[in-house]
């Protein structure tokens, strides 16, 4: 199985910054190299919101309405890694931040993602 490690969340301010990173760990089957990886927000009280994915070789973004113009995705794979640029940051955009990989981000879409991290959390004050 893929295991996946996100960091770099904390506390930033309204109108703040921060980078998140998601570290894979590899091996000789399971490559991250071979998934497509999005990122997953869980606000207080709401539900789970699926919010950007990247194509395996970075070619492909796609981000929702709620981040578009302020997130940015991005990925290393010679370091195994995927991150997520978060500038003009919100209070609304307080939540708990997953990455998950999938074969595709349309497949995770309809039926999920199938490997995911252990969450980082993101707070904004006001």
């Known amino acids: 199985q893929l295991r996946l490690v996100e960091s770099g969340g904390g506390l930033a301010q309204f109108g703040g910054s921060l980078t998140l990173s998601c570290e894979a760990s590899?091996?000789?089957?399971?490559?991250?190299?071979?998934?497509?990886v999005g990122w997953v927000r869980q606000a207080p009280g709401k539900e789970r919101e699926g919010f950007s994915c990247i194509s395996v070789n970075g070619g492909v973004t796609n981000y929702t309405d709620s981040v578009k113009d302020r997130f940015t995705i991005s990925r290393d794979n010679a370091k195994s890694t995927v991150y997520l640029r978060m500038t003009g940051l919100k209070p609304a955009d307080t939540g708990l931040y997953f990455c998950?990989?999938?074969?595709?981000?349309?497949?995770?879409?309809?039926?999920?993602?199938?490997?995911w991290g252990q969450g980082t959390q993101v707070t904004v004050s006001s």
């Open positions: 590899e091996d000789s089957k399971y490559s991250l190299r071979s998934y497509e």
């Open positions: 998950a990989a999938a074969l595709s981000c349309a497949g995770a879409n309809k039926f999920g993602f199938d490997y």
